[in-house]
């Protein structure tokens, strides 16, 4: 017997674990004739790959790792597979399967069966009892069709440690793209948004097994290694000891330049855990950190137990050092966070200084409490993954959409670190709040029909310095300079848009100056951008060689007119 286990990423530089978790559960559990195949694809490639790969495999099983960003495509393919191989077992698994059992079964005849729970062992322990004609039903974890109905079985938890997915097949695999390594399963938290805290509390795996994982997956040619731990630092000492240790290897044992993501609840660092954080090496850790907002009875409503005070002062500290990268997130669509709430916790989020702030919207998951509750949480959802809510009581569509644009402008502007001394420079001068400076120049790119989706560098930075040099208190040479230090500091092309570029004469001499000074010579095969700041009275250069590990900035040099360094 064959399985094809088959899960489409997001993106390619995606490289989930989880069907190398199910491939590595039938290695170790399935005894007889029984093996498996990994087939990856992601949802942006067309479909007709992945399932003519899934037909070439020629399984008698196939199981789907399912989520709110594939289970679409997920059923396309799983109607094609039943078609094309009317033999063939269909099974689907992951958090937009397991607690959606009874529907898919009900509604979708190509599924025979969902996993509910974790896998690794449910999925084995099916393709069993298939191979010794045992009926499925009696394993712990599975749902599927009966002569009496539906069983549906309560999500699987397991109490051992999981086999490792890291075989030769997933490195093989890997090819560079971002490594997922899990440590625990489970959260201490109950956030009804949420379904990491269904199924009990944090379970942590073996610590020495982690530390060697560390490694292999450092070693692999990953760039960035991302735990998957819901709440990373919930076993404080712990943590400490997993930071302890790529800290004492970096350099070593772990490349320069890998960076490790870990997801963290902001208010429980306690002091040990933020003087190590502190003294990492630059570049070497990424630290998300959910917010969700500022409004305590919205927290309360979903569970969501912060303290906030604690939390400000964690995350300003944190950034302080400047050698981590910091990311923080917003939901917007929560109880009780109504429009002008949703803005101040937008503006206090800001103001903390973090190098990314996304502000999300919320989903209502299937088997999340606020899914299940709607007498206690309303609000009007897509019923179409990934179910993004559409209004509350206290938030409207118009006022919804209205976020939505201010995103895509905040995301363009500020999350992608091209404007970060224009937006500076900006709120200082207009004393604007920083959503209002946002959702200003969300209206202003609809006002001009300009969609910000796709839209070239050049274009972006033209309209925003229109926008800005428009705004009462805004001196237009300093908004230029603080905008020129952007583009050369982030972008390797050297080049400005029209609405920056000036010709000047005193551009070349400034360049001869600095070529004639061994200290700030060009060097040979290392491009150079120079710029004049009008409002500053001094020359900016850059050379582009390395970035900066945490800023992904160049480094810029500052000169008097006469290319003297300052």
């Known amino acids: 017997m064959k399985a094809a286990v088959c899960c489409l990423n997001s993106k390619y530089i995606h490289s989930s674990t989880a069907p190398w978790c199910l491939f590595a559960g039938v290695r170790a559990y399935c005894t007889g004739d029984i093996t498996a195949e990994v087939i990856e ?30 289970v679409e495509r997920v059923l396309e393919l799983a109607s094609r597979v039943k078609k ?12 937009e399967a397991g607690y959606r059992a009874e529907s898919l079964l009900s509604e979708h005849s190509e599924i025979d069966a969902v996993i509910s729970g974790e896998g690794e062992e449910p999925f084995a322990a099916f393709l069993q009892a298939l191979y010794d004609s045992v009926p499925p039903e009696t394993v712990q974890g599975v749902c599927c069709r009966t002569e009496n109905g539906l069983k549906i079985s309560e999500p699987y938890v397991s109490h051992s440690d999981p086999v490792s997915p890291y075989c030769e097949e997933y490195f093989r695999s890997l090819n560079g793209r971002i490594a997922y390594l899990e440590t625990s399963r489970g959260c201490p938290f109950s956030c009804a948004y949420c379904l990491s805290g269904r199924c009990g509390g944090v379970r942590f795996f073996d610590l020495e097994n982690a530390k060697k994982n560390i490694l292999r997956l450092a070693q692999s040619g990953a760039k960035t290694v991302k735990f ?9 000492k712990r943590a400490c000891e997993i930071f302890s240790f790529i800290k004492s290897e970096y350099s070593k044992s772990i490349p320069k330049g890998t960076c490790f993501h870990f997801e963290i609840a902001g208010d429980i660092l306690d002091e040990a855990q933020l003087c190590l954080l502190e003294t990492m090496p630059k570049g070497s850790v990424m630290l998300e950190i959910g917010i969700q907002s500022f409004n305590e009875k919205t927290l309360e409503t979903v569970n969501r ?54 502000f999300g919207f919320l989903k209502l998951l299937y088997g999340s409490p606020m ?41 363009s502007v500020y999350n992608s670190g091209r404007f970060r001394r224009t937006v500076k420079y900006a709120l200082e001068a207009c004393k604007k709040e920083p959503y209002s400076l946002f959702s200003g120049f969300a209206d202003y790119l609809e006002n001009q029909g300009a969609g910000i989706s796709k839209m070239p560098l050049d274009r972006l930075s033209d309209l925003l310095f229109d926008y800005l040099c428009s705004l009462d208190g805004v001196n237009r040479d300093f908004l230029r300079d603080a905008m020129i230090c952007d583009r050369l500091a ?42 004049i700041l009008y409002g500053r009275g001094e020359a900016v250069y850059a050379d582009y060689t390395e970035k900066d590990p945490v800023t992904g900035e160049y480094r810029l040099f500052f000169t008097d007119i006469q290319g003297r360094c300052k």
């Open 228 to 236: 998957v731990d819901r709440t990373f630092n919930a076993d404080k």
């Open 371 to 411: 899914r299940e509750q709607p007498q206690k949480f309303p609000c009007e959802f897509s019923k179409k993954p990934p179910y993004e809510v559409i209004s509350t009581p206290w938030l409207t569509v118009s006022q919804k959409e209205a976020l939505k644009k201010t995103e895509q402008a905040f995301d």
């Open 41 to 70: 694809g992601t949802v942006n490639e067309p479909a007709d790959g992945v399932f003519a790969r899934i037909v070439k495999s020629e399984p008698d099983v196939v199981g789907f790792c399912t989520y709110i960003w594939n």
């Open 305 to 358: 137990k912060t303290d906030i005070k604690r939390l400000c002062e964690n995350i300003k500290r944190l950034i302080a050092p400047r050698n981590l990268h910091v990311h923080i997130d917003l939901i917007a669509g929560l109880p009780y966070e109504d429009f002008g709430s949703f803005c101040r916790s937008f503006n206090t989020a800001f103001y903390l200084g973090a190098d990314m702030l996304q």
């Open 490 to 531: 982030t972008n390797s092309s050297g080049f400005l848009p029209l609405s920056l570029y000036v010709k000047d004469a005193k551009l070349k001499q400034v360049r001869k100056a600095l070529s004639a000074n061994p200290e700030t010579a060009e060097k040979p095969a290392v491009k150079r951008s120079v710029a």
């Open 84 to 95: 094309e191989l009317p033999g063939v077992i269909v099974a689907l698994g992951g958090p």
